[in-house]
């Protein structure tokens, strides 16, 4: 195989990167949903503490890459609201996630997920099941 075609499929177009969206987005969909304006609803009752904060970050990173208006970044505040966790709990999942490569943090309180990373997380968590879904 010569240089040329292994660059063209070493070095992608944007579009083939969108083109994994659809199965993460379905996995994604198991336990959570956005509103329009980002608002992550974490629908999974069986998530620890952990993975509600890693949830809220990759959903929304998922969301930004569909709807250039949301944002990857989210604050702590908004991940106290979207979880119901206290917010050193956040703070310190946060810290977690970054520690772990899941996330990087822009700025103080402000944490992103990495791309690369979500749709393994997607498919190590526990899928709900009727009875302890919830309908947020």
């Known amino acids: 195989m ?3 075609e292994l660059k063209k499929q ?4 944007e579009d083939v990167l969108k083109a994994r969206l659809e199965p993460i987005v379905r996995k994604a969909l198991t336990h959570c949903h956005l509103d329009k304006n980002g608002q ?3 629908t999974n009752a069986k998530l620890s503490g952990k993975e509600q904060v890693r949830l809220t970050l990759a959903a929304r990173t998922i969301a930004s890459q569909m709807d250039p208006s949301i944002s990857a970044d ?3 505040d908004e991940i106290v609201r979207f979880t119901g966790l206290p917010s050193n709990q956040v703070r310190a999942r946060g810290k977690d996630a970054v520690a772990d490569k899941f996330a ?7 944490f992103r997920a990495m791309p ?3 749709e393994g997380f997607l498919d190590s968590i ?3 099941t009727p009875e302890t879904a919830r309908n947020s």
């Open 2 to 4: 010569s240089i040329a």
């Open 10 to 13: 070493f070095i992608v177009d």
């Open 40 to 42: 992550v609803r974490i």
């Open 74 to 76: 989210v604050g702590v």
């Open 104 to 110: 990087e943090s822009p700025k103080r309180g402000v």
């Open 116 to 118: 690369h990373k979500i």
């Open 126 to 128: 526990q899928e709900p």
